[in-house]
């Protein structure tokens, strides 16, 4: 069992592996090793959530709104959208602006921190872009 704590106080993510009977292949190149608490694996669990790369590459284009990124992401559902939304904020990627008005506004966009992810979310979609086709399902036509 590791635990990789990026804020103590606010929340903690913990994974445990399972041991299964096969035998390791040592990796053909060393500089890729990630020992549990290396900076990729920091790196991937800022991310690691359901729609939180989505949300990342949505904000790119600048502020959004809640049901603007609920209308771009219709695969989310309204509570995953919004706890994806605090944990992205708890992480220091986005910022999140109350509007003091009558009805509330309330908009997101991203942090310092989340705009410098910009070449890795960029080269996400490339790489997804060139091999879509590797994983993506067939779409349905309508009848």
């Known amino acids: 069992m590791y ?36 900076a990729v694996e920091a790196a991937i669990s800022l991310i690691d959530g359901k729609w939180k790369c989505v949300i990342l590459f949505h904000l790119l284009n600048g502020t959004a709104r809640f049901n603007e990124l609920r209308r771009q992401i219709p ?21 999140r602006t109350v509007y003091a008005q009558v009805p509330p506004k309330v908009e997101y966009s991203l942090s310092e921190l989340g705009r410098s992810m910009t070449p890795v979310l960029q080269a996400l979609k490339t790489w997804g872009d060139a091999n879509i086709h590797r994983f993506a399902k067939p779409s349905r036509k309508a009848a």
């Open 3 to 38: 635990s990789v704590s990026l804020h103590p106080a606010i929340r903690t993510k913990s994974a445990y592996s399972v041991e299964k009977d096969t035998v390791l292949v040592k990796p053909r190149h060393s500089n890729f090793d990630c020992a549990p608490g290396c």
């Open 75 to 95: 695969g989310a559902t309204q509570r995953t959208l919004t706890n994806q939304l605090r944990e992205l904020e708890m992480d220091g990627l986005i910022e």
